[in-house]
């Protein structure tokens, strides 16, 4: 499966900005979906998931209750709306795709070795 984000650019703090991400090549019902961040001179960083039904999600403890990730199995497509966001939000956002019948347990979703599609990312700025 094939991953492209949109949806990057500047936001000042407190502000919001929603990531897209569109999948094309195989059924995307039949993948997980997750988003991670990398900030300059740091590891890439889980930020939320989403299973292939959509009904359960993951976040990291930074952006809880801050950022929602959903999906849309009909337009092959998964979002990460970002809400109240913080200058250390700042970084390149990747979306991930892993099929579903390569792992065992949700559990790993935060983890960047489940993963075994990614896109090519999105700048996000936030200015303070």
């Known amino acids: 499966v094939h991953l492209i984000e949109s949806g990057g650019g500047w936001v000042q703090a407190g502000g919001s900005l929603r990531l897209s991400c569109a999948a094309s090549g195989r059924p995307f019902s039949n993948y997980a979906a997750g988003w991670f961040r990398q900030a300059p001179g740091r590891e890439r960083e889980f930020i939320a998931a989403v299973t292939s039904t959509g009904i359960e999600t993951y976040y990291s403890d930074p952006v809880k209750g801050r950022f929602t990730i959903s999906r849309d199995n009909a337009k092959n497509t998964v979002y990460l709306q970002m809400n109240s966001v913080k200058p250390e939000d700042t970084g390149v956002y990747y979306c991930?795709?892993?099929?579903?019948?390569?792992?065992?347990?949700?559990?790993?979703?935060?983890?960047?070795?489940?993963?075994?599609?990614w896109g090519q990312g999105t700048q996000v700025t936030v200015s303070s």
């Open positions: 991930a795709a892993v099929d579903v019948t390569r792992i065992s347990t949700n559990l790993v979703l935060k983890f960047v070795w489940a993963y075994s599609h």
